[in-house]
């Protein structure tokens, strides 16, 4: 039994691995809201991977191995690596375009970097302005001591009308994801 567990994760070691070189190779193309294409090995196919109650794929390995185990194909996880991805490029874009490299007491735009200021959220970059000699971090939202990426998730999710709850789940699962990559 544990010869098997033991193959069974190499086998889900090796899957993510193809995953990624799949994506290496080309971005899946989204036909709607639950479908996608992923090219395969040859690149001339690709193989339709839906998600609506659960993941399946038209693949055959997914047919013969993966469906009745309860596993995922390589494509079902290049899709999933693909959309955690895409999730985290949104949020990395929408915070990095909030903020401008100016001075937040006097506008000026001749600062420079003068250090690092190492706080509960980890390292930031301090900056000094040369107009009125002041020191500053520049945060995208100001007063506000936590994450802004965090931030920024947890209010689209709110404004998308997901409950409390599926809020927290989400922000756990992203907060694993953002650890592991």
């Not at 874009?93 to 706080?119: A, F, H, M, P, Q």
């Not at 100001?142 to 409950?163: E, P």
């Amino acid at each position: 039994m544990k010869h098997t567990i033991q193959y069974l994760k190499n086998f889900s070691k090796w899957r993510s691995q193809r995953a990624r070189d799949i994506l290496r190779l080309g971005n899946p193309s989204q036909i709607d809201e639950f479908t996608y294409l992923v090219p395969a090995s040859n690149p001339d196919y690709k193989y339709k991977v839906t998600h609506i109650d659960s993941w399946t794929c038209e693949c055959p390995d997914f047919k013969e191995r993966c469906k009745d185990n309860g596993l995922y194909c390589k494509h079902i996880k290049a899709i999933q690596f693909f959309m955690k991805l895409k999730n985290k490029t949104e949020v990395d874009d929408l915070v990095t375009d909030n903020i401008k490299e100016e001075c937040i007491y006097c506008n000026s735009k001749e600062i420079i970097k003068r250090g690092v200021r190492t706080s509960k959220k980890g390292n930031q970059q301090r900056y000094f302005c040369k107009s009125c000699n002041k020191r500053f971090i520049l945060n995208p939202i100001k007063y506000i001591q936590l994450d802004a990426k965090k931030i920024c998730l947890v209010m689209d999710l709110y404004f998308k009308g997901l409950s409390l709850r599926d809020i927290k789940d989400t922000l756990n699962q992203a907060t694993k994801v953002l650890e592991d990559t």
